[in-house]
């Protein structure tokens, strides 16, 4: 008979059923060309002692317990690889560190098996009046071997997806034919059973594929939408399914709760399992994700926030970490005066310009943005606008300062609230006014003294005495003109500020060293200082010009303390019965004592204007007879002391 004699219903069921077969059978599905061989361990949980006396009165045998088992876990191994030939089995007794997907697990017992036969026949007992009954006691016709055999998911999960895939009983008097029966409730074989559970619920997945990505390119603490951004994590088994399944049982990827700057929640349809402080196990969605939506919460730096996130893998594998790099933008407010020194009566624009910063330090503008301001030291000139500007298109905001004839220095203060944002972006600006008429330049002295071993007086009043001596500041000022009388112009200071300041001392105060004895002491100090704002107390000074006779004179004094003293006082002692070091931090302070007396000369204008500069030099050495200055050079060895300044006159 040919295939066209056949009858139509039956070619129908048998051309559906090659086509079932062909759609059921694991190896022609393409989906699994990706993925390695299933590697399965393989362990006797338990195999009771009667089992084996059993087994050697079957065999005859009186082989030792330890040699049975292996030949049982060999004869094991054999019926799995005749069950499924394409999986990987190992035996774990041989392998206890390997590395398995699912572990097949066999329990051996004895059981009774054939028809129920009477043991001990039913009897009566009798005693006195009363007879008792006692039935008869059952027993099996023959034993059979019993082996239960559980399918497991191996996982290392947290929350756990290890559970029981499946478990089978086979029975029999022949232990190998026992296993084969077990083996046999697996249906069409461990594999196709292991490939449907992958096909269907791949939780969790074999040799899986992980990739991270975020919602966008940046978040900002701009505003509510631009600090929330999603993370994801989608994880796909090998055979490119979902890793997800129903109700909590779904995939788990590890999400930090918390991060320097912010916090994340399940977003997405996504549940959450298990969330403490610090860590929580965000569940994998239908779509094959773990989402997570990350809110900025605090901070205006500009910053590339690294999170980490883990998965775990099917088998003994450990977690799969990814990193994810959030690009968080700063805010940054900044107020920029066209000129910040400027003159009574003049104007000036000033700048107010909000923009993001990325982590690298490029500049982003925010426009439409109100800013708030605040204006201090307004005498009697005039800021417009004065209490808040809205940025442009390049986010800036424009005022205009016009200073008054009283006003001596100004600040703006600029604020911007990102709202519903604990912090607020802020920047702010000085702008100094001067007087036509000031004179503005700096003041400084130099004064060293140094000697070496009985290079002078000092020094040789020790044995091995020698130091190096020296302290330098200079102080810029600021005077204002405060009238006139009998042609003589005075002027006050208003401003000072100690540019810089230090005060070194390297001494070795004495050094005494002879067969093996020594006694020694060094000090090394010193103090330093800038940026310092003087007082009028600290720096009282006065500048007056006669422009017809040409002279001028800067008096007063300068007294600044409270400078701290850095360095280290030691000593060494060895004479015998004495051994000591001392090493101690020095104390103290110091600073600038001055009584300023210098004066100048120019060449006078008929017309008596004043000179538009003023500067000199000052060595007091100079200015002391020869023989004296020999005299402290002896005593005190090489020095000097020399004073010098350098005023302009603002000019406009």
């Known amino acids: 008979m040919n295939v066209s004699e056949l009858p139509q219903n039956m070619l129908k069921r048998t051309l559906l059923l090659c086509i079932i077969v062909c759609l059921l059978t694991p190896h022609s599905v393409a989906q699994f060309s990706n993925c390695p061989k299933i590697r399965v361990g393989v362990q006797i949980k338990e195999i009771y002692p009667e089992v084996l006396d059993f087994l050697r009165q079957q065999t005859g045998s009186e082989k030792h317990s330890a040699v049975m088992l292996s030949e049982l876990g060999e004869m094991l191994m054999d019926c799995l690889r005749e069950n499924s030939p394409d999986l990987e089995f190992i035996y774990l007794s041989g392998a206890p560190g390997a590395d398995y997907d699912y572990l097949f697990s066999a329990l051996i017992a004895l059981s009774g098996g054939g028809e129920r036969v009477i043991v001990v026949p039913e009897y009566t007992i009798?005693?006195?009046?009363?007879?008792?009954?006692?039935?008869?006691?059952?027993?099996?016709?023959?034993?059979?071997?019993?082996?239960?055999?559980?399918?497991?998911?191996?996982?290392?999960?947290?929350?756990?997806?290890?559970?029981?895939?499946?478990?089978?009983?086979?029975?029999?008097?022949?232990?190998?034919?026992?296993?084969?029966?077990?083996?046999?409730?697996?249906?069409?074989?461990?594999?196709?059973?292991?490939?449907?559970?992958?096909?269907?619920?791949?939780?969790?997945?074999?040799?899986?594929?992980?990739?991270?990505?975020?919602?966008?390119?940046?978040?900002?603490?701009?505003?509510?939408?631009?600090?929330?951004?999603?993370?994801?994590?989608?994880?796909?088994?090998?055979?490119?399914?979902?890793?997800?399944?129903?109700?909590?049982?779904?995939?788990?990827?590890?999400?930090?709760?918390?991060?320097?700057?912010?916090?994340?929640?399940?977003?997405?349809?996504?549940?959450?399992?298990?969330?403490?402080?610090?860590?929580?196990?965000?569940?994998?969605?239908?779509?094959?994700?773990?989402?997570?939506?990350?809110?900025?919460?605090?901070?205006?730096?500009?910053?590339?926030?690294?999170?980490?996130?883990?998965?775990?893998?099917?088998?003994?594998?450990?977690?799969?970490?990814?990193?994810?790099?959030?690009?968080?933008?700063?805010l940054e407010l900044k107020v920029e005066p066209d000129r910040k020194e400027i003159y009574n009566g003049e104007e000036t624009s000033v700048k107010i310009d909000l923009h993001e910063i990325d982590p690298d330090g490029v500049k982003y503008p925010v426009a439409g943005r109100e800013v708030e301001l605040k204006i201090t030291g307004l005498e009697d000139g005039t800021v417009t606008p004065s209490d808040k500007v809205t940025t442009d298109g390049n986010g800036f905001a424009r005022l205009e300062y016009k200073a008054g004839k009283e006003d001596r220095q100004i600040k703006i203060e600029a604020t911007f609230t990102p709202p519903?944002?604990?912090?607020?972006?802020?920047?702010?600006?000085?702008?100094?006014v001067q007087d036509p008429n000031n004179w503005e330049g700096i003041i400084s002295k130099s004064e060293s003294m140094e000697a070496g071993e009985n290079q002078s007086l000092l020094a040789a009043l020790t044995p091995g005495g020698e130091y190096d001596i020296s302290k330098n500041w200079t102080v810029k000022v600021t005077f204002k003109p405060e009238g006139s009388n009998a042609g003589y112009l005075n002027y006050s200071i208003i401003k000072?500020?100690?540019?810089?300041?230090?005060?070194?001392?390297?001494?070795?105060?004495?050094?005494?060293?002879?067969?093996?004895?020594?006694?020694?002491?060094?000090?090394?100090?010193?103090?330093?200082?800038?940026?310092?704002?003087?007082?009028?107390?600290?720096?009282?000074?006065?500048?007056?010009?006669?422009?017809?006779?040409?002279?001028?004179?800067?008096?007063?004094?300068?007294?600044?303390?409270?400078?701290?003293?850095?360095?280290?006082?030691?000593?060494?002692?060895?004479?015998?019965?004495?051994?000591k070091e001392i090493d101690e931090a020095a104390e103290g302070t110091t600073g600038i004592n001055e009584e300023i007396d210098i004066s100048g000369s120019f060449t006078p204008n008929p017309a008596g204007k004043i000179p538009s500069d003023l500067n000199g030099t000052k060595d007091f050495l100079e200015e002391v007879p020869e023989e004296f200055r020999e005299f402290l050079e002896a005593l005190g060895g090489k020095q000097k002391m020399i004073m010098k300044w350098n005023l302009k006159r603002k000019v406009r």
Not at 420 to 432: S, W
């Open 126 to 330: 009798a005693d006195g009046d009363n007879i008792f009954i006692v039935p008869p006691v059952y027993g099996s016709e023959y034993t059979v071997y019993k082996v239960y055999s559980s399918l497991i998911v191996n996982s290392n999960c947290y929350p756990s997806r290890r559970y029981i895939l499946v478990i089978e009983i086979g029975g029999s008097d022949d232990i190998r034919r026992a296993i084969l029966t077990s083996l046999s409730g697996f249906g069409r074989g461990i594999e196709f059973l292991l490939y449907k559970r992958e096909s269907e619920r791949p939780v969790p997945p074999r040799v899986p594929q992980v990739e991270t990505k975020l919602e966008k390119e940046y978040i900002s603490p701009l505003d509510e939408e631009t600090r929330r951004i999603n993370i994801y994590e989608t994880v796909t088994s090998c055979n490119g399914v979902p890793a997800y399944w129903k109700s909590d049982h779904s995939q788990p990827v590890r999400f930090p709760v918390k991060t320097d700057r912010g916090e994340i929640e399940p977003t997405e349809n996504c549940k959450c399992y298990n969330s403490d402080s610090e860590v929580q196990y965000i569940l994998v969605n239908e779509a094959g994700y773990a989402a997570g939506e990350y809110t900025l919460k605090r901070g205006l730096d500009p910053l590339l926030e690294k999170i980490t996130l883990s998965t775990c893998p099917l088998g003994n594998k450990p977690n799969i970490e990814k990193e994810v790099e959030i690009i968080i933008r700063g």
């Open 496 to 579: 000072a500020v100690m540019l810089d300041f230090s005060d070194e001392m390297d001494q070795t105060m004495f050094h005494m060293e002879r067969e093996g004895r020594v006694i020694d002491g060094k000090s090394q100090e010193s103090a330093k200082a800038s940026g310092r704002a003087l007082s009028t107390a600290e720096c009282d000074l006065r500048l007056t010009i006669n422009p017809v006779n040409g002279k001028y004179w800067i008096a007063g004094e300068i007294n600044v303390e409270g400078i701290e003293i850095k360095g280290r006082d030691e000593m060494e002692i060895k004479v015998k019965p004495v051994d």
């Open 420 to 432: 519903g944002y604990p912090e607020k972006a802020t920047g702010e600006a000085v702008i100094d």
